[in-house]
T-cell receptor, first 115, second 114 residues
């Protein structure tokens, strides 16, 4: 079974600075999808960014970008110009390209943004 | 679009009571997921449906848990009888079913079993 590991339970960043959240995963598959979700104190899970494994180019969404290293099975999230509203739990998730819709989540990283 | 709707938002009950959590997915979405989130175990998939049919319920903890999806716009997760260790936040999510499609989450139901 695929597993997703987020080795940083907590991270903090100064407002306007850049922070990188780590995620590694274990799989024997070659085709899959990776996601980063944000969960603010409101509890609402919000998609931040997604990456298709067959794409070599790293996904980017405004201040959010990923560093996808397929051989290393690594999928880190970089937040540039951090804002107070970025403070939240961040979850990395893996979905197989097989027929099922199962999505595996990491344990999460709590990000604090200091003013 | 109102997004995924869950009710109730908070539920406090006593051990042994039956609990029913409700979910209305986004219209047009044909996949629905139930998750449980706790500090100890993180976010766990309990069960998911495609086109109202349960596909994988291997995450359901035990027979006390059951889920139904009688139609495309409604699903329930029932716990009977409830136990204190069932206390958690339960999320419902829906998606269009495409492999690259994101799952849209509801606001969650915080369940406390005393």
């Amino acid at each position: 079974a695929q597993t997703v590991t987020q080795s940083q339970p907590e991270m903090s960043v100064q407002e306007a600075e850049t922070v990188t959240l780590s995620c590694t995963y274990d799989t024997s598959e070659s085709d899959y999808y990776l996601f980063w979700y944000k969960q603010p104190p409101s509890r609402q899970m919000i998609l931040v960014i997604r990456q298709e494994a067959y794409k070599q180019q790293n996904a980017t969404e405004n201040r959010f970008s990923v560093n996808f290293q397929k051989a290393a099975k690594s999928f880190s999230l970089k937040i540039s110009d951090s804002q107070l509203g970025d403070a939240a739990m961040y979850f990395c998730a893996y979905r197989s390209a097989m027929a099922n819709n199962d999505m595996r989540f990491g344990a999460g990283t709590r990000l604090t943004v200091k003013p | 679009d109102a997004g995924v709707i869950q009710s109730p938002r908070h539920e406090v009950t006593e051990m042994g009571q039956e609990v029913t959590l409700r979910c209305k997915p986004i219209s047009g979405h044909n996949s629905l997921f139930w998750y449980r989130q706790t500090m100890m175990r993180g976010l766990e998939l309990l069960i998911y449906f495609n086109n109202n049919v349960p596909i994988d319920d291997s995450g359901m903890p035990e027979d006390r848990f059951s889920a139904k999806m009688p139609n495309a716009s409604f699903s329930t997760l029932k716990i009977q009888p409830s136990e204190p260790r069932d206390s958690a936040v339960y999320f419902c999510a829906s998606s269009t079913g495409g492999l690259a499609s994101e799952q849209f989450f509801g606001p969650g139901t915080r369940l406390t079993v005393l």
